[in-house]
């Protein structure tokens, strides 16, 4: 007993002297000068600590900052770049004795921090990432053969609140603000993982977002691998002009990051955003200048009228003003910063009334150029085959594609996209074409193109030829009577033709329809800006029209202009009566002569 006495004494009588020597004879505020010159000789920048430094013993060793503040460079205002309103740390003393370090707590609040661009483009991080670093691996390199191997490395626990980071571009005359709520780490030790939970807001330009996640994170001992695993996060972005001006969106994922070989990998395993579903894996490999950057997905059914905003009468009467076309080019400088592959899969995409399936894309973003080396899908009983560029490098991006449909329903597809119910049959397409600019009405404008199509067993909607001859021709021979009423189509068995695009013009050269009893030929135009169609067609009888109406007069070989004008909406059919007419009685006249040659003797 006298032992165990004797030893909780001189236990006791050890931490009292350490307590005397460290608050008596060792003053911590002593190394304040030291660390802010430190500070200064390696960064160029001013360290500033407001309060002294101050011990605490109980429960265990522990070192209360209190404010801090780190400055930007010169010119960058604000005049600090970095602020704590309180930071302390506890640390277990015994421990330290073996090589360990133990922190039962650390605690950080009110940490701001200013990353700001000016009106030249610096950053105030630029500084610090060049000649800085320099310095501090010369330090290090010097320092290597003086340094104490930690044999382990312990947190009981971590808590940082009310951190805000302000991002600042004097170029664009913008702020954004990120804000970490809360940030908590249970008990951490390297090669383990510990238990992780944050919440985190943002103020965006137009929107804000409110994120908040839990997940377990692992360090490994040599302190070269980050690994946070089953990491869900809980997102929700407002803004007004989201659908319903809010969205939401859920992500179950698996994060690593390799710090020696510089890779980040992560594995979605789980992403809702609303209705939408999908799993992802994303890896970067930040070794390079330009970081490599390749993205893998797959999404469910994806309905993107619910991610469109809802717009009603009243609000789009308000809002007409501004949603005039953009007259600028979009800003695509960020992608000449790019070395991206993505690969993309959807089992269906819905937008408006436009239904596709069996979506796969694979495309590249390379300083600035965009690649589209694949873009298939399934759509209407058909499908669409696309291959395209877009160049952003200049200040007006230019493009150019290589687009194919093949099998396609075309009613279906022009009544869902346009509203226009003008053709039926099945379609296929071809069409090569380039231009430059994205502005919408620049796009139309400058878009050059050419391409063929061909339309088999379909039908002209809107018009009856074969019924529009007979009625002329019962016109015409003094029979006045009402018009028969059948369906306003006309069947044919193939449509076929070329067709170029400029300046907003469409044009068909060699337009060239074929049926059982007609054939039609002509050329014409159609403006896609004002939606005006122009065709001169000339329609010729090849059978006899008997059995639609009762009719048993052959029209075989007779040429009719027939004119097609209006909109794509509403396409309106004039037939030429008066060509209807020469052409009969050149016919008769023909007969006639052709008779008399005979009772003649062919003279």
């Not at 993505?342 to 979506?359: E, G, H, M, R």
């Not at 016109?475 to 170029?500: I, N, R, V």
């Not at 014409?524 to 090849?542: E, F, M, R």
């Amino acid at each position: 007993m006298k032992v165990i006495k004797w030893l909780v004494i001189s236990i006791l009588a050890i931490g009292i002297c350490a307590v005397l020597y460290l608050t008596v004879f060792f003053n911590i505020n002593d190394f304040k000068p030291q660390i802010v010159d430190a500070v200064k000789q390696h960064t160029g920048r001013t360290l500033t600590i407001d309060q002294d430094l101050s011990w605490s013993f109980f429960p265990t060793l522990g070192i209360n900052v209190g404010s801090v503040a780190f400055s930007n460079p010169d010119n960058f205002q604000p005049q600090q770049m970095l602020q704590v309103k309180q930071a302390v740390a506890s640390v277990a003393l015994l421990p330290l004795f073996s090589q360990q370090v133990k922190i039962d707590n650390l605690t950080l609040d009110g940490l701001t921090l200013n990353l700001i661009t000016d009106k030249k483009g610096n950053s105030s991080l630029d500084d610090l990432s060049s000649g800085s670093t320099e310095k501090m691996q010369s330090v290090d390199a010097a320092n290597h053969k003086r340094r104490i191997p930690l044999s382990s490395f312990e947190v009981g626990g971590v808590s940082i609140t009310n951190m805000q980071i302000n991002m600042i571009d004097m170029q664009t005359n913008s702020e954004q603000q990120f804000t970490l709520k809360s940030f908590t780490l249970g008990q951490f030790s390297l090669g383990k993982f510990a238990d992780m939970a944050y919440e985190f807001e943002a103020e965006l330009a137009d929107m804000a977002l409110s994120s908040s996640g839990t997940g377990k994170i692992n360090v490994s001992t040599n302190i070269d691998k980050i690994q946070i695993s089953d990491f869900s996060i809980q997102n929700v972005v407002e803004g007004n002009h989201l659908p319903n001006k809010t969205v939401k969106s859920s992500i179950l994922a698996d994060f690593t990051v390799a710090l020696d070989t510089k890779n980040i990998e992560l594995i979605i395993s789980q992403l809702a955003i609303d209705s939408i579903q999908a799993s992802a894996k994303l890896t970067v490999n930040y070794s390079k200048k330009v970081p490599v950057i390749d993205l893998n997905a797959e999404f469910a059914d994806i309905d993107l009228n619910a991610l469109l905003p809802k717009s009603t009468e009243n609000n789009a009467s308000k809002s007409e003003p501004s949603q005039q076309p953009a007259e600028t080019e979009p800003d695509l400088s960020a992608l000449k910063g790019l070395d991206l592959s993505v690969s993309l899969k959807a089992k269906s995409i819905k937008i408006d009334n436009l239904s596709t399936q069996n979506w796969q894309l694979n495309t590249t973003v390379k300083q600035g150029l965009i690649d589209i080396k694949q873009l298939t899908a399934q759509l209407y009983q058909g499908n669409i085959n696309m291959k395209a560029t877009i160049d952003a490098r200049n200040k007006v991006p230019s493009y150019q594609f290589n687009n194919a449909l093949k099998g396609v329903q075309i009613r279906p597809l022009l009544t869902d996209v346009a509203e226009v119910d003008l053709l039926s049959g099945t379609a296929s397409f071809s069409v090569q074409g380039q231009g430059s600019s994205l502005i919408p009405a620049k796009l139309k404008q400058q878009l050059v193109a050419n391409g063929k199509f061909e339309i088999a067993d379909g039908s002209l909607y809107g018009v009856n030829i074969p019924q529009m001859i007979r009625s002329a021709q019962k016109k015409l021979s003094g029979d006045l009577s009402a018009e028969d009423k059948q369906e306003l189509k006309t069947d044919f068995t193939s449509l076929t033709g070329d067709f170029t695009l400029r300046d907003g013009f469409l044009t068909n050269p060699n337009l060239a329809m074929a049926s059982p009893l007609i054939r039609l030929d002509g050329k014409g135009s159609a403006n896609i800006i004002s939606q005006q169609i122009d065709y001169s067609l000339i329609t010729k009888v090849v059978g006899s029209l008997a059995g639609q109406g009762g009719d048993n007069t052959s029209l075989s070989g007779i040429d009719i202009p027939l004119k097609i004008t209006g909109s794509f909406q509403e396409p309106q059919f004039g037939l030429d009566t008066q060509a209807l007419l020469k052409s009969k009685l050149n016919k008769e006249t023909d007969k006639l002569k052709d008779s008399l040659f005979k009772k003649l003797g062919g003279l």
